[in-house]
């Protein structure tokens, strides 16, 4: 287990060159007119390269239909799947049928495409209970279906992965959320290891036996036969970040490349730390991971924006996607939902390459209004 300290996490307030440039609406391309698309993964080969099929890349996105305050999209999410070809995006229909998932709503995971091209493992998080009342409870999921002819269905009953222990992870099990923050056990993402064959879900997790704000873990779990077994966290931002999201590796020349996003509000006080994609790197998924760049931002939001992107993946092929979040706002904060529908984007950001050397990461193209 890797410790992310204050110290390291204070440089990226003064990493300028990890900075991306601020965009406008007129940068922004709709993934879907009619729906809010935030959190994204793509159906990706169990390797990690970006699954390539009919021409055209598939990605799953969290989509609700638009409301007069975008903020409530959390309390609906479903996956849907899009695909982006020269023509731009497809929409392609929900992933799942009403009632199939074992919560209230789906939130956030990763799909890994087997090598006979039509099997699909979708990995996502069940939040709440089926027929309960709204809560903030998060247990991870899997099940197998078929993609074919630009659509996924015969999915298999979900079947729970790994378990918060209560000891090395915290229980996700609130009612309601705490000075608006949610303890965490989500967001599954995918990773086969090719030095050994086995197979591994990184997760967003909460320190077991640790009573504090700030008490974020990247969590691992192994499969083993038919279960997943966690082990101890990857990185430990104990002290430091109450929140490490989507997290996924990347291999790079030999090397495992760790990446998730936090908020500027999930640090503690003066951190400094811009909301963004950081990233540690290691030889192998047991460590030791370092952090990028000194600090471990990657990419970090615009001073002047500070809350105009989220939730940056990394493809295998070093392609970055995010969403375009409350964007336009000169650096002040929505008024009220009115404020907040007319700011926010719903749609991919504008996406950009990264060069991978050793321990560092840098942005290597401009940003640009399309997807990876």
């Known amino acids: 287990m890797t410790r992310w300290t204050k110290e390291q996490a204070a440089n990226a307030a003064t990493q300028a060159e990890a900075r991306l440039p601020v965009f406008s609406a007129a940068d922004l391309v709709p993934v879907d007119p009619t729906r809010d698309v935030w959190d994204m993964w793509p159906i990706a080969r169990a390797d990690g390269r970006t699954a390539v099929v009919d021409g ?79 809560s903030f409870e998060q247990r991870l999921f899997v099940t197998t279906g078929r993609f074919a002819d630009g659509a996924v269905g015969d999915w298999s009953s979900p079947g729970e992965t790994a378990q918060a222990d209560g000891a090395t992870y915290r229980i996700a099990d609130q009612t309601a959320p705490i000075d608006d923050r949610i303890k965490g056990f989500r967001d599954p993402g995918y990773f086969r290891d090719p030095a050994t064959g086995r197979e591994h879900i990184l997760f967003t997790g ?36 109450s929140e490490l999201e989507r997290p996924h590796i990347v291999l790079r020349d030999g090397l495992y490349y760790l990446f998730w996003s936090t908020q500027a509000k999930r640090f503690a006080p003066g951190i400094g730390a811009p909301t963004g994609l950081y990233g540690m790197v290691a030889p192998s998924v047991d460590g030791p991971w370092t952090p990028l760049n000194g600090s471990a931002l990657v990419a970090g939001n615009p001073e002047a924006e500070p809350t105009q992107a989220y939730c940056w993946w990394v493809t295998g092929e070093g392609e970055v996607i995010s969403f375009a979040d409350y964007h336009s706002l000169g650096g002040l904060r929505p008024a009220d939902a009115a404020d907040r529908r007319r700011h926010f984007g719903g749609t991919a950001a504008p996406g950009f390459a990264l060069h991978l050397s050793g321990d560092r990461a840098t942005i290597a193209t401009p940003a640009r209004a399309e997807a990876a």
């Not at 049928?97 to 998080?125: I, K, Q």
């Not at 779990?221 to 279960?227: E, H, L, P, Q, Y």
Request: glycine share 12%.
């Open 56 to 134: 055209r890349t598939w990605w799953f996105f969290l989509a609700v239909p638009k409301a007069d305050d975008p903020e409530a999209r959390h309390d609906v999410a479903r996956i849907r799947l899009y695909s982006r070809g020269e023509d731009g995006w497809r929409d392609h229909g929900p992933a799942f049928a009403e009632d199939f998932a074992p919560g209230t709503r789906e939130w956030s995971g990763s799909a890994v495409l087997h090598d006979d091209g039509t099997t699909l493992a979708m990995h996502f998080t069940a939040a709440g209970r089926r027929g309960g009342t709204r």
């Open 206 to 241: 909460s320190a077991g036996g640790y009573d504090a704000v700030h008490d974020g873990v990247i969590g691992i779990a192994t499969r083993d036969g038919d279960a997943w077994r966690v082990a101890a966290p990857l990185v430990d931002a104990r002290d430091l970040n």
